[in-house]
């Protein structure tokens, strides 16, 4: 409850944007200096870029945004078994949206691999993964990724989805080797980093961690778990603890919740941190959907009757992506991205939001973008002159626009 007052509080507060420099700032996408290094034949080379553990030493790093998500709503993607084989069977439909992520601001991109473990690849709903592998569909994924980045300074994230081996109790042996299976094309591509997401169980979380160590990268992990702890009972404290003391740089929670959730969950495990001498960097890429009334279920927004096809009216306004960037920097956490529900315009609000900590870094698409609707105010149409100040934006509550429905869900799935 703390944190939507937080919100709240965060919204109105004067430091909040309208001091952000975002017309002094660099706008565009960095590209490394070509003539800064040589080869060693002697030609002109790249600059060494910064990686993940550096650049979080220094400061925020902007996430990337939904990807099955955003692909099922335009039709490239199947939900249910969120089919990965969108990387073969439509590749500039996750190109360009890599490329809007890029354009965003976000500081990384991750590989489009969702769900693409063999094991989860057997299970029903992947029609053209019968002669498809995890190894093929990872490598295409990095192919795109690689392309779409080009020589732009984004760091590469090679990432991972829980296996179903997990589940089906088959024990650590084969959950690893799952697990390598999903990493091979990422160390062959040579991507900057290494992420296992949305798991369950810390436990499984563990197993992947201590793999992903052995591969000389930055392992980042990240629960689909809510302040109530995994689906073990393990307590969110609890587990960001045994994560970090598996040997993960960087820990904390995805999907299922929405920021404000997310933010208690990642307090909850700060506190726990703090409290045994650990300081791994955090992360949180939550829900881009308000869903405050799923926060003690387990499986939290898939509890929801209109989850996945009908959260429209929950999606975050680009003015409450600001304050949730805010909000998780101040609680400490320096990864700060979005997972289900978090589009291109979202993850360009948390990068404005962060400009002045990321040494006014931003993307191009503020180029097109004035804070607080400050271009309308010379708008042809009268109604919207009134709409170019932060306090019209900041009092506005946004409506669903169909009367008599509820705020939140009286009752959910099973209930
Ligand atoms: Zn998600």
Redesign the pocket.
């Known amino acids: 409850m703390h944190f939507l007052s937080r919100f709240s509080k965060i919204a109105r507060s004067p430091c909040l944007l309208q001091n952000t420099p975002l017309f002094t700032a660099s706008h565009g996408v960095r590209k490394f200096s070509r003539s800064a290094t040589r080869n060693k034949d002697g030609g002109p080379g790249q600059q060494k870029k910064k990686g993940l553990l550096e650049r979080l030493g220094e400061g925020p790093v902007v996430g990337d945004g939904?990807y099955v998500?955003t692909l099922e709503r335009r039709g490239y993607v199947l939900a249910g078994p969120w089919t990965p084989e969108v990387v073969i069977e439509h590749p500039e439909a996750v190109k360009s949206l890599h490329r809007e992520y890029l354009h965003a601001g976000a500081d990384v991109l991750q590989a489009s691999t969702f769900y693409s473990s063999d094991d989860k690849l057997t299970m029903p709903g992947h029609e053209a993964s019968r002669t498809i592998t995890c190894k093929e569909l990872n490598d295409k994924a990095c192919t795109i990724l690689k392309e779409v980045a080009g020589d732009a300074d984004v760091l590469l994230c090679g990432a991972m989805s829980p296996v179903p081996s997990y589940l089906d109790g088959k024990g650590k042996e084969v959950v690893q080797r799952e697990y390598a299976k999903q990493m091979e094309a990422f160390i062959e591509h040579d991507l900057d980093f290494l992420l296992a997401e949305?798991l369950g169980h810390v436990e499984e979380a563990e197993w992947v961690i201590e793999l992903m160590k052995t591969k000389g990268k930055p392992v980042a992990c990240t629960l689909r778990t809510g302040p109530k702890g995994d689906c073990a009972g393990v307590a969110a404290g609890e587990c960001a603890v045994r994560m970090a003391e598996a040997g993960a740089d960087v820990v904390g929670v995805?999907?299922q919740y929405d920021p404000n959730t997310c933010l208690k969950t990642m307090e909850a495990m700060k506190t726990e941190l703090d409290k045994r001498g650990l300081s791994p960097y955090l992360m949180v890429q939550p829900?881009g959907f308000h869903c405050p009334e799923v926060e003690n279920e387990d499986e939290g927004y898939q509890m929801l009757p209109e989850c996945p096809f009908a959260l429209e009216p929950r999606q975050l306004t680009r003015f409450e992506a600001h304050a949730f960037a805010r909000a998780a920097y101040d609680l400490g956490v320096r990864y700060i991205g979005g997972?289900?529900g978090f589009e291109p315009h979202h993850i360009r609000a948390i990068s404005e939001e962060l400009s002045p900590e990321r040494g006014g870094k931003l993307g191009e698409a503020s180029k097109k973008h004035v804070p607080w609707g400050g271009a309308l105010k010379n708008s042809m149409l009268v109604p919207n002159r009134t709409k170019g100040s932060r306090q019209h934006w900041e009092k506005t509550k946004p409506a669903s626009g169909r009367p008599g429905y509820p705020d939140v869900q009286p009752k959910l799935i099973n209930q």
């Open positions: 939904s998500f949305f995805n999907c829900l997972c289900c």
